[in-house]
């Protein structure tokens, strides 16, 4: 059977044809590539990627199907879909059923059929930006005009979009050992598992929720979780986070939550020309001098004082209100601020997933560091 056509018009006018794949429809977003060649799935389904249309860089998309168990929240949250070859037939033991059918079911629009090479190069030289596909208008002149009009992700405040509307409670595995007050940002589903597997209980709060919400809980501390948006906005978890810094309660933040943590310090935020989305990132850990392969997502990084587009990042320690900080972490491929290390209080964050799935986990020490961080302030 013939395939309905689509079209993929870019905000600078580069247009793409190809074939409809998922939901038939129109949708727009920010275009950013992502360069994992497994774990789609999860990167359908983690909210991070709210309103952003991703391009799957590896050829061949869906070979796996789609299964109960991977997801990472409750529904697909990428705004578009765009994959050069689909695959057919989806063949995996624990499949329980074809990637399409559940774009199309969740009325997710995509486009296939696409030179994903050509349009990734395009966004490496051009920078993110926003994008519109449609499978019900032939005419990109007229498609372009409503990318055009679409919102920017500069400026955009979306973790009330993403938290979850009620307080839940992951339980530790096993024996109980701490009970952590998580901030959900757009909290994937394998980082309370991952601080369950420790011995963590954690209870998992909106977006919203005051300093009395965290205390409430009893927790023994504080982490801030992955998210959607631009940093610049979030003001409300930015003064959340100084509380609890003024407060000594330990507290770690995974990318949006350390974007989050570095305003709270008094360091800005920018947009990175394409970001940093994919599970094969190199990152120097300056504590341990090792270099890991890591899982990334994010659009926005910390910006420290001495440290300028692609420079080498400063290694002394930098005064902030709240003592010393250095930056613990480094992205070897273009010297990004991937991790902060307070010195005077008890906190410290990474930029990008130590909670990756599918992958890799050479970062899942970070939540042991985290609960040797808990146990020295007990």
């Not at 005009?145 to 992700?153: D, G, I, K, L, S």
């Not at 339980?171 to 757009?186: E, I, K, S």
């Not at 509380?243 to 570095?262: A, W, Y």
């Amino acid at each position: 059977m013939k395939r309905r056509s689509a079209v993929l018009v870019l905000e600078d006018g580069r247009t793409f044809h190809g074939e409809a794949y998922g939901s038939v429809g129109e949708t727009f977003g920010e275009a950013v590539f992502n360069t994992g060649m497994t774990g789609y799935q999860e990167t359908l389904t983690d909210p991070s990627y709210h309103r952003q249309v991703v391009v799957q860089t590896a050829p061949h998309i869906g070979n796996t199907g789609v299964n109960g168990e991977d997801d990472e929240s409750t529904r697909i949250w990428v705004a578009g879909y765009v994959v050069r070859d689909p695959a057919r037939i989806g063949s995996n033991w624990r499949a329980t059923g074809g990637l399409e059918d559940r774009l199309a079911a969740e009325g997710v629009v995509g486009i296939s059929g696409v030179d994903t090479r050509a349009l990734t190069r395009h966004l490496r030289e051009r920078g993110a930006m926003r994008v519109g596909i449609s499978s019900v208008e032939d005419d990109p002149r007229a498609l372009l005009a409503r990318v055009r009009q679409a919102p920017e992700m500069v400026g955009a405040d979306l973790s009330a979009e993403v938290t979850t509307a009620e307080p839940y409670v992951v339980p530790a595995q096993g024996t109980h050992r701490f009970t952590v007050a998580a901030l959900d940002l757009g909290i994937k589903r394998n980082v309370p598992r991952r601080l369950a597997a420790r011995g963590v209980t954690t209870h998992v709060l909106p977006a919203a929720s005051t300093i009395d919400d965290l205390l409430a809980t009893g927790a023994d501390a504080v982490f801030f979780s992955p998210g959607p948006g631009d940093p610049a906005t979030a003001d409300g978890p930015v003064g959340l986070a100084r509380e609890v810094l003024s407060r000594r309660i330990p507290l770690f933040g995974i990318c949006f939550g350390s974007q989050i943590l570095g305003r709270a310090l008094g360091f800005g935020t920018y947009k990175l020309g394409y970001g940093h989305r994919g599970i094969n990132q190199p990152v120097l850990d300056r504590v341990t001098g090792k270099v890991e392969v890591t899982s990334h997502n994010h659009g926005f990084a910390v910006q420290v004082p001495g440290a300028g587009a692609g420079a080498v990042v400063p290694d002394q320690v930098i005064d902030t209100e709240f003592g010393g900080v250095q930056v613990s972490h480094v992205c070897l491929n273009d010297n990004v601020v991937e991790g902060l290390r307070a010195r005077d209080v008890p906190a410290f964050t990474v930029q990008y997933h130590p909670e990756a799935a599918a992958g890799p986990h050479d970062a899942d020490y970070l939540f042991d560091r985290f609960a040797e961080l808990i146990e020295g302030g007990k």
